[in-house]
């Protein structure tokens, strides 16, 4: 089943059972503590928290999302993206636990022919938080799902909240097992690769008050008005019902795949573990596929590159997938033949990537030529140090590596990779050292600046070393953007 009829099918039938039609809301988040849209409920937090009274009691949605709290899992999970669409319905003091959980037992196991995903029953694991007795009953003894395959989380798995004062509570998970060859048995407890998360029921009934994050905090009590938020991941049902190996594979992403292996040369063979040679490149040709996904539907809903906010994650998006090229080999400008093939493979369920495209690629373009200029400069910097260095007998140094970092913008994954093919190492270390100073200093200005209002959130992740460029951003509440 494409992806294009997986989301017909999920508007249809909540449409038929009372839903009002909402189409999806920009990446860019209408709700202004998020830079990007994260998840289905977003656009609907006011109605979710009675800010404003909602114009109907039940929606549905096909919500796009950007979660680059995700990137470094990109390629090498089977289910992570950068950029997905979340299939959700929604009650607003409407419908509340037994109706969710039977209606989205209902759509994932009716026969295709009968309109629904049929999911066969014996491969769909549940979990519910540990004392939502309420929610493991429904399943057990409305829906009929064996006690053994229901499994029971605490709060760090199956607890919604915003992490603030305000609407929570319990939440129900269903996992798809794709069988013995992905891993060990014993449910979704046992194996993330195996059981895969595909669907994420939110039951809104309490009222929660201070407390320390997600998972330390005082229950006030119920909510007047219980709310239903789900949200399913349309490319991870996409990989199952299209029998692929991952959602890179997806008829959504999968050309830009190929079109990566095709311009590289290299055979892409769905490996997914690293002692598998084909592994390091599978894994590029899936980064690529997803970047460069991410970075056409965040042009087209107005993103442009910048050095901060979401510019900057766009920037690093291209830059990565212009990397992972480059580490397969291609070092010629590539978007020009990757971008037209995301376009052609999102234009049905996104006509505007096609409408808007000579200005979404414009800008994509210019990004890439001013990369590998970037790359270009840095590289006779480089070759200097390295002549040098290997005059002296000796790695290169913090203070070059800094440098080409500092006045190059290059990053030092490219000066390690470089500096490595002329049979060299680098004193990656000093680099480190040079960086957390700069940081420091930073700091320091910072907090002058604020006198003493500084956020240091922030520099927590800095300090904790290593570059954080993307943190946090699928917390609802407390994005913000690092550069690293
Ligand atoms: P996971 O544990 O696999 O990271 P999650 O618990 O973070 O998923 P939720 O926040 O519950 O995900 O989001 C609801 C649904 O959205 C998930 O059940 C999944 O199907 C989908 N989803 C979440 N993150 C991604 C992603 N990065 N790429 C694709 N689908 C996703
Ligand atoms: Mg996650
Ligand atoms: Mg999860
Ligand atoms: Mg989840």
């Not at 196991?109 to 769909?124: C, D, F």
């Not at 037209?340 to 493979?345: I, K, N």
Request: charged share 30%; proline share 5%; hydrophobic share 35%.
């Amino acid at each position: 089943m494409k992806s294009h009829e997986i989301v017909r099918r999920w508007l249809d039938f909540f449409e038929k059972k009372g839903h009002q039609v909402v189409p999806s809301a920009s990446l860019v988040s209408p709700d202004p503590s998020l830079l990007f849209t994260v998840a289905g409920m977003v656009p609907f937090i006011p109605y979710l928290t009675a800010r404003e009274v909602p114009p109907y009691t039940r929606a549905t949605s096909v919500q796009k999302c950007i979660r680059t709290a995700d990137i470094e899992e990109v390629g090498k999970t089977v289910r992570h993206g950068t950029f997905f669409q979340m299939c959700g319905n929604f009650s607003f003091g409407d419908y509340f636990k037994e109706e969710a959980i039977a209606m989205a037992w209902e759509l994932l196991t009716t026969p295709v022919e009968a309109g629904g995903y049929g999911l066969p029953a014996e491969k769909l694991w549940i979990t519910v938080y540990k004392d939502d007795d309420e929610a493991l009953t429904i399943w057990r003894d409305q829906v009929g799902v064996p006690a053994e395959r229901i499994q029971k989380f605490g709060k760090k798995d199956n607890y919604w909240s915003t992490g603030q004062p305000g609407p929570a509570g319990p939440c129900s998970e269903i996992f798809y097992d794709r069988g013995p060859a992905y891993g060990a048995e014993g449910g979704p407890a046992a194996d993330d690769n195996r059981y895969v998360e595909i669907w994420n029921l939110v039951f809104m009934q309490y009222q929660r008050g201070e407390g320390t994050g997600k998972e330390d905090f005082e229950i006030l009590g119920e909510l007047p008005k219980k709310n239903i938020d789900t949200g399913l991941g349309m490319e991870r049902l996409a990989m199952i019902l299209q029998g692929v190996e991952n959602m890179y594979e997806t008829d959504q992403v999968r050309p830009v795949l190929d079109k990566a292996a095709e311009l590289s040369g290299k055979e892409y063979t769905s490996a997914e573990t690293d002692d598998d040679p084909h592994h390091a490149d599978d894994v590029r040709m899936r980064v690529v596929a997803d970047h460069v996904r991410s970075a056409l539907m965040l042009i087209s809903d107005g993103v442009t590159p910048s050095n901060e906010g979401r510019g900057y994650v766009l920037r690093r998006l291209i830059r990565r997938a212009v990397r992972a090229m480059r580490l397969l080999g291609v070092e010629e400008a590539c978007l020009p033949q990757l971008l037209p093939a995301s376009r052609d493979a999102m234009k049905g369920t996104y006509p505007e990537v096609e409408a808007d495209f000579e200005r979404i690629s414009r800008i994509a373009y210019a990004e890439e030529r001013a990369f590998l200029r970037t790359i270009a400069s840095g590289t006779a910097r480089l070759e200097d140090a390295v002549k040098e260095s290997k005059a002296a007998n000796k790695p290169l140094s913090g203070e070059d590596a800094f440098t080409l970092h500092d006045t190059y913008g290059f990053p030092i994954d490219l000066t390690l990779e470089m500096a490595e093919e002329a049979g060299l190492k680098v004193d990656e270390a000093g680099f480190r050292k040079l960086m957390a100073e700069q940081r420091a200093r930073a700091r320091e200005d910072a907090r002058e600046k604020k006198a003493g209002h500084a956020d240091t959130s922030v520099f927590k992740h800095l300090l904790a070393g290593g570059e954080t460029v993307f943190t946090g951003y699928d917390e609802l509440t407390t994005e913000s953007t690092v550069r690293g």
